[in-house]
């Protein structure tokens, strides 16, 4: 899929802005605080119904309006389609090619994107969060029964943890959510281990050219329940009860999974040079890129914010020559990177404009 044109109404710094893409690289060149993320984080809203740098919907309406709207026309399987994201001060709709979208799970997956910031250092760098963000962004864009499960998971999780931080617990009443529990972690655990064994394969296989050979990288999916049935997962949580007491809050489950990434059977947290990291970041997310293909039969639009910075001359190159065949965005304060590069749209952004 590519998208054509993107149009921002009362978004952030953007007051009306019509941008055209092409099916290359977009690249938006500006100063700090011009409004280049913006645009990054335009496309992702269109593709998540949410936006990642805010909590409340909102906080993204251009100050002293009432509201915005993102139109955003992409060429999916040769049809021109249309999205739309309208928010105001109490609600967001969304609709897509006309129809309103209701749920989230009924529309996450058909603007497919992969996004590569500074923050995505997080993934390998940083808490577990980042980690399980990082797989359930990628599980989510492919599967909508994912999605389902893992918000019926949250639910469970959030009235759990509302009994335990009661005087009197209701154990019973904790037995039956672990029983629902244990149906959704069995099958969220199964489709985590499926893409994780997907991400590996593509991994291995970028990091080797990325490196000349030199560096391996391996992921290890790190849960309590691998393996499990329904009724083993239940039991665990079950047993694990009196712990969960003591702490007020729920200590097993899948809101601790984690990824372990190792390079060079070192793991890259932990043991790697800053170099090692970025490159291990590169990979996986590249992996990620192909999994998505590999999956959805569709190319992803590739989000690249002022990443440039972050790499050196020989993962640039890498990377330039790799995005080559797609379409990509990618956002620099500094273009000296471009060097004989076809198939390149230069944009100026400043002040919440774009320069003609
Ligand atoms: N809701 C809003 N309404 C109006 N302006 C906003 C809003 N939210 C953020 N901005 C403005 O947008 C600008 C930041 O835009 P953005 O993050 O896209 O910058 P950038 O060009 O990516 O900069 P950098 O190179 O530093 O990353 C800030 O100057 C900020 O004041
Ligand atoms: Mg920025």
């Known amino acids: 899929m590519y998208i054509n044109k993107i149009r921002l109404e009362n978004f952030r710094n953007y007051e009306k802005q019509d941008i055209d893409f092409i099916k290359g690289i977009n690249l938006f060149l500006g100063n700090n605080a011009q409004g280049k993320t913006n645009i990054i984080e335009s496309i992702y809203l269109s593709a998540f119904g949410k936006s990642y740098r805010v909590l409340k919907d909102n906080e993204v309406i251009r100050f002293n309006n009432d509201y915005c709207k993102i139109n955003l026309d992409y060429v999916k399987d040769n049809i021109n389609k249309e999205n739309e994201i309208y928010i105001d001060q109490n609600k967001k709709v969304i609709k897509n090619n006309g129809v309103k979208i209701n749920k989230l799970s009924d529309f996450v997956g058909e603007i497919l994107i992969v996004i590569f910031s500074p923050d995505s250092l997080d993934i390998v760098k940083g808490s577990p969060a980042k980690r399980r963000t990082f797989i359930d962004m990628i599980c989510s864009q492919l599967s909508k ?161 002022d990443i440039m910075s972050e790499l050196d001359s020989n993962r640039i190159s890498f990377l330039l020559k790799y995005i080559e065949k797609y379409q990509s965005i990618i956002t620099t304060t500094d273009a000296s990177f471009i060097k004989d590069i076809g198939n390149i749209k230069i944009l100026k952004v400043s002040n919440g404009r774009l320069e003609i």
């Open 145 to 305: 029964s994912y999605i389902i499960a893992h918000q019926e998971y949250m639910k469970c999780l959030k009235l759990k943890n509302a009994m335990l931080k009661k005087d009197i617990i209701d154990r019973e009443y904790i037995y039956i959510l672990h029983e629902k529990m244990s149906v959704y972690i069995k099958k969220i655990v199964e489709f985590k281990k499926y893409v994780i064994d997907k991400l590996i394969n593509k991994a291995k296989v970028i990091q080797n050219n990325i490196t000349d050979g030199k560096e391996n990288i391996d992921i290890i999916y790190s849960t309590d329940f691998l393996g499990m049935n329904e009724a083993q997962i239940k039991k665990y949580l079950d047993d694990h009860l009196y712990i969960d007491e003591l702490r007020k809050s729920s200590i097993k489950g899948i809101q601790r999974d984690d990824i372990i990434i190792n390079v060079n059977d070192l793991e890259v947290s932990k043991f790697g040079s800053q170099g090692q990291k970025r490159t291990a970041l590169l990979t996986l997310k590249l992996a990620n890129f192909e999994v998505l293909i590999d999956e959805k039969g569709d190319i992803p639009i590739l989000l690249l914010d």
